[in-house]
């Protein structure tokens, strides 16, 4: 047995914990490898709505083990709120959920400089979770990791030590009174004793559970173009939501991964700032908002929406590697009488070969469309390919030629039952 990894291909939201909970019934392991409670995975079972933003979106299967890797940020509160309202809505995480000890963790000064540099000139349009500086951190070799709650001798010094200079930048830069040391040294005292017995090798349990035959299924957060090195820089996350880092976001090496599957939206959107091109500032783009319901899991902000972009996911497939590919929300394309598809970029009067790297330059493009008869039917009951329409079925042939993927999964509703299987 061998590891797959599940990625959002275009800008995050495309109904990834709906299909990771779909596909779970086939895999004993779940881990999520990077991001943080930046991401809201919706699962919906019978009437309930479940949004995940740290926990593996399998939890809500009895029998499947999930695990927090180390490329993920985690901020303490926010799992132990999501795990207290899993376990009031009767699921149950002990014994089958575990975090590694070399992930990092967020600090209530990373969700503050967060939203101070929101505040800024260069407005991402962040989540506000702290996501970005926590990564920082990491990376400046300052982060306070989960493996630093069992020693709390040494977990209160690096708080101190951080809070110092951390309260220096804060007074001095920003003007801000500076936080208390005192009461965060004492909450995360208290968090060590909550979450001491999640605490996990993780590379060694996972590659264990891979050579005793067990399957493992990785689930990203966010979406390609999000991605730090991928994705539309600076407009993205901190981390790296494509398939390469499924590996240093869990310890799984590449020669353990066997398949890549994307999760891709039949049309597009985004929540936050950055460029767009098939974004719809109309009618249009409202409707897609509306049928689609797209507004933010995690912050309720208005998604942005748009066409599908068939260049983007062409591009997203070389970048991951994608295997296969779960289409999602193909439902909230009903009623719409003709669909646009972009099948490449025009800058300055040339069609681009390659998916443009700067900002400024995918500001300025223009979409090459192709127009398609759209339908009318209410697919949301559909149970197989057979059933959808002929002009839906024409739209998934155009869609899957231009971005050269293999579409194996549908899905026309929020709901298990409402996915099926090409
Ligand atoms: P994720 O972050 O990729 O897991 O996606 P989100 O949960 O943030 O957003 C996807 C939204 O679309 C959620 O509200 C899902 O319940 C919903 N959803 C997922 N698949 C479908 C679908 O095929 N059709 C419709 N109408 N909604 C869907
Ligand atoms: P899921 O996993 C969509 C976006 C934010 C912002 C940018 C940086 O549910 O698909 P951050 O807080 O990460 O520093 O914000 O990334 N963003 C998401 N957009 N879905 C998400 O997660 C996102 N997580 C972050 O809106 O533009
Ligand atoms: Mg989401």
């Known amino acids: 047995m061998s590891a797959t990894v599940l990625v959002g291909s275009q800008w995050g939201d495309e109904g990834k914990g709906k299909i990771v909970d779909i596909l779970s019934e086939k895999y004993k392991i779940v881990a999520r490898y990077q991001g943080g409670a930046n991401a809201g995975h919706t699962v919906i079972i019978g009437d309930k709505q479940h949004i995940l933003h740290l926990i593996p979106s399998g939890i809500l299967r009895d029998d499947v083990i999930c695990v927090i890797g180390n490329g993920v940020v985690i901020d303490p509160s926010a799992l132990l709120e999501e795990i207290e309202i899993l376990e009031k809505n009767g699921i149950n ?4 959920l ?23 000139e260069q407005k991402i349009g962040t989540t506000g979770r702290g996501i ?36 220096e930048l804060l007074k001095k830069v920003y003007e801000h009174e500076g ?41 990203g957060a966010q979406g390609t173009l999000l991605d730090i090195d991928h994705g539309t820089y600076p407009f993205v996350t901190s981390s790296s939501p494509t398939s390469g880092g499924a590996c240093t976001g869990t310890g799984i090496p590449p020669t353990k991964i066997d398949s890549v599957i994307g999760i891709v939206k039949a ?48 591009y997203s497939q070389m970048v991951n590697g994608i295997t296969s590919v779960a289409i999602t929300k193909l439902d909230v394309l009903s009623g719409f009488e003709k669909i646009n598809v972009c099948i490449g970029y025009e800058l300055n009067g040339k069609r681009l070969k390659s998916y443009p790297s700067s900002v400024d330059q995918l500001s300025s493009v223009t979409p090459i469309y192709e127009e398609l008869d759209g339908w009318d039917e209410d697919i949301s009951n559909c149970l197989s390919y057979d059933e959808l329409p002929a002009k839906t079925k024409e739209y998934l ?5 231009h971005s050269g993927i293999k579409i194996d999964i549908i899905s026309v509703g929020p709901k298990r039952k409402q996915t099926f299987f090409v």
């Open 93 to 96: 995480v002990e014994g089958r």
């Open 98 to 120: 575990y975090i590694s000890h070399n992930a990092h963790l967020i600090m209530p000064y990373h969700k503050l400089l967060d939203s101070i540099s929101e505040s800024g």
């Open 132 to 167: 970005g500086p926590c990564y920082i951190d990491k990376f400046a070799r300052k982060g306070i990791r989960i493996v630093d709650l069992l020693d709390r001798a040494e977990l209160e010094k690096k708080i101190r030590a951080n809070l110092k200079e951390k309260n």
């Open 179 to 219: 936080l208390d040391v005192d009461s965060i040294v004492k909450d995360y005292l208290e968090f060590d004793k909550a979450i001491d017995k999640y605490i996990k090798d993780v590379p060694a349990f996972l590659n264990q559970a891979l050579n005793e035959g067990k399957s493992i299924l990785l689930e």
């Open 267 to 314: 049309y597009t959107t985004r929540v936050g700032n950055g460029p767009f091109p098939t974004e719809l500032l109309n009618e249009e783009g409202e409707k897609l908002r509306k049928i689609g319901a797209e507004f933010g899991a995690t912050t309720g902000r208005p998604r942005r929406c748009g066409w599908y972009d068939a260049f983007l996911v062409a």
């Open 397 to 401: 042939e155009f869609i899957a030629k």
